[in-house]
């Protein structure tokens, strides 16, 4: 459950990728913040306060990935919210303030960078692009950790998903990971599975839209195939190319569709 946010904080919505909040105890250089991150495509200001409180308040609820923080200001002040959120709430800080002294306890907070009041345009896109870098890099960085758990987990779901194919009055029930390959046949179409070949009358292109994409890939107009039960391709002599699956079974790769499945492959 989140902490709701205090009627009095300005709350924006929006769609955008990097989610900031902007806190200052001035309305004038929130405002000037709030106009200067409009700039900024791949930024959204998700809100807005003036105390220290009400700051602890929304980033819990908020969960931003940057705080462009005032040091000086009612309540806590911004050194005593980072100890009180604590360490990792929020991806990127920002400190602003007129006051150049707390420059070094700034960066001793882990902070990005350090917007020393007044400060022009220029220096405050400069400090955007220093801030996008980093979420970049931790994003990447969290992915690349996140990446084999993914993989794992799409992989288990795959295999217990299962598929429902009609053939006139019987329902077959088969799981998706175990389809090897699916041909048209006049206007039916055969799903080869487990050594069963079964038959519905539906075409390609409504199967092939049922089927995951990370999984299936079409070789030509009449097949699709599962990329796990390929087992080798071999060029042939009209140009395309022999798909050799596990199974034993060989179908023909047309031009058309080869440079799609290598790429998937």
């Given at each position: 459950m989140t902490t709701p946010v205090p009627a009095s904080v300005s709350i924006h919505a929006s769609t955008r990728v990097?989610?900031?909040?902007?806190?200052?105890?001035?309305?004038?250089?929130?405002?000037?913040?709030?106009?200067?991150?409009?700039?900024?495509?791949?930024?959204?200001?998700?809100?807005?306060?003036?105390?220290?409180?009400?700051?602890?308040?929304?980033?819990?609820?908020?969960?931003?990935?940057?705080?462009?923080?005032?040091?000086?200001?009612?309540?806590?002040?911004?050194?005593?919210?980072?100890?009180?959120?604590?360490?990792?709430?929020?991806?990127?800080?920002?400190?602003?303030?007129?006051?150049?002294?707390?420059?070094?306890?700034?960066?001793?907070?882990?902070?990005?960078?350090?917007?020393?009041?007044?400060?022009?345009?220029?220096?405050?896109?400069?400090?955007?692009?220093?801030?996008?870098?980093?979420?970049?890099?931790?994003?990447?960085?969290?992915?690349?950790?996140?990446?084999?758990?993914?993989?794992?987990?799409?992989?288990?779901?795959?295999?217990?998903?299962?598929?429902?194919?009609?053939?006139?009055?019987?329902?077959?029930?088969v799981a998706e990971a175990d389809i090897a390959w699916v041909e048209a046949e006049d206007y039916y179409i055969a799903?080869?599975?487990?050594?069963?070949?079964?038959?519905?009358?539906?075409?390609?292109?409504?199967?092939?839209?049922?089927?995951?994409?990370?999984?299936?890939?079409?070789?030509?107009?009449?097949?699709?195939?599962?990329?796990?039960?390929?087992?080798?391709?071999?060029?042939?002599?009209?140009?395309?190319?022999?798909?050799?699956?596990?199974?034993?079974?060989?179908?023909?790769?047309?031009?058309?569709?080869?440079?799609?499945?290598?790429?998937?492959?």
């Open positions: 990097w989610r900031a909040v902007i806190v200052d105890d001035e309305p004038p250089a929130r405002q000037t913040l709030r106009l200067l991150l409009g700039r900024e495509k791949d930024f959204t200001l998700v809100a807005e306060c003036g105390h220290g409180r009400e700051t602890i308040d929304v980033v819990s609820a908020c969960r931003p990935d940057v705080l462009f923080l005032d040091v000086r200001m009612p309540g806590p002040d911004g050194f005593a919210v980072l100890r009180e959120l604590g360490p990792g709430a929020v991806p990127a800080v920002v400190f602003v303030t007129a006051y150049d002294r707390y420059a070094a306890q700034a960066f001793e907070e882990h902070a990005v960078d350090y917007l020393l009041k007044p400060f022009t345009d220029e220096r405050f896109a400069g400090v955007v692009e220093h801030v996008r870098r980093r979420l970049r890099e931790r994003a990447l960085a969290t992915l690349g950790e996140r990446l084999p758990a993914l993989l794992a987990d799409s992989a288990a779901r795959s295999e217990r998903r299962p598929f429902v194919i009609k053939d006139g009055s019987r329902t077959h029930v799903i080869h599975a487990n050594g069963r070949r079964i038959l519905a009358r539906e075409s390609l292109k409504t199967i092939e839209a049922r089927l995951d994409p990370a999984m299936f890939a079409r070789v030509h107009r009449s097949a699709i195939v599962n990329t796990r039960f390929i087992k080798a391709i071999e060029p042939v002599a009209s140009g395309d190319q022999r798909l050799l699956l596990v199974d034993g079974t060989v179908l023909r790769v047309s031009r058309t569709h080869r440079a799609a499945l290598m790429r998937r492959l």
